[in-house]
């Protein structure tokens, strides 16, 4: 895909949002750089506490035109008018998920580096995969999902790939040629000017 088109950014929140501080910088992003789609990607498990900034985060998106999916949280996408939902529990969600909200809905699934959890996903009625982490992020058991599955994913399957994880300048122009998304959240959010951030790892895709 990407040797013909260069891939989009999908844009992941920070773990932790405060309203009031996060939506100017999140504007400042969407409005200096196109984004494929936004997620909601909270540490809280607080359905209410994930609702309220989903409600802020949906009119800044929406106002773009940029989908906005919620990590993990089925029930709040019909709920609250999202787009669709992020899980990461690999193939095991996808068919509940494509019940519940229907074809329209925007489902994906991480599946960590499994090409088999990746396939049964796809064949469950996933819209995307993500493969991730693409480098050591220190955390976990150290598992990286590598070049090499990429390459097969985008050669043999036609749905589409997301790369996320530890990404940098570097494995982004090294994972270009064969991904179709690059997930990017905390690599930007931790910089005093995100999207000047953003914008010097679209310009690594070359």
């Known amino acids: 895909m990407a040797d013909e088109e260069q891939p989009q950014i999908y844009l992941v929140t920070p773990p932790e949002v405060a309203l009031a501080e996060f939506a100017p910088r999140l504007e400042a992003v969407l409005d200096a750089h196109p984004v494929a789609c936004l997620r909601l990607e909270l540490a809280t498990r607080d359905a209410d506490a994930v609702a309220r900034v989903a409600d802020g985060l949906r009119e800044i998106a929406h106002a773009r035109d ?62 995307y995969i993500a493969f991730g982490p693409v480098a050591d992020t220190g955390l976990g058991d150290g598992t990286v999902a590598p070049r090499d599955l990429f390459a097969w994913w985008s050669e043999m399957i036609e749905l589409p790939v997301v790369a996320e994880g530890a990404l940098d300048a570097a494995r982004i122009a090294d994972l270009a040629p064969v991904a179709d998304f690059f997930a990017v959240g905390e690599e930007i959010w931790r910089d005093a000017d995100p999207a000047a951030a953003l914008g010097a790892l679209i310009a690594a895709m070359g």
């Open 66 to 127: 940029v989908p906005l999916v919620v990590a993990e949280h089925l029930a709040l996408v019909e709920r609250l008018g999202l787009d669709g939902v992020h899980l990461t529990d690999g193939a095991r969600s996808v068919r509940k998920a494509r019940e519940m909200l229907g074809a329209e809905a925007i489902v994906g699934a991480f599946c960590g580096t499994s090409r088999h959890q990746g396939m049964s996903a796809g064949e469950a009625g996933a819209d």
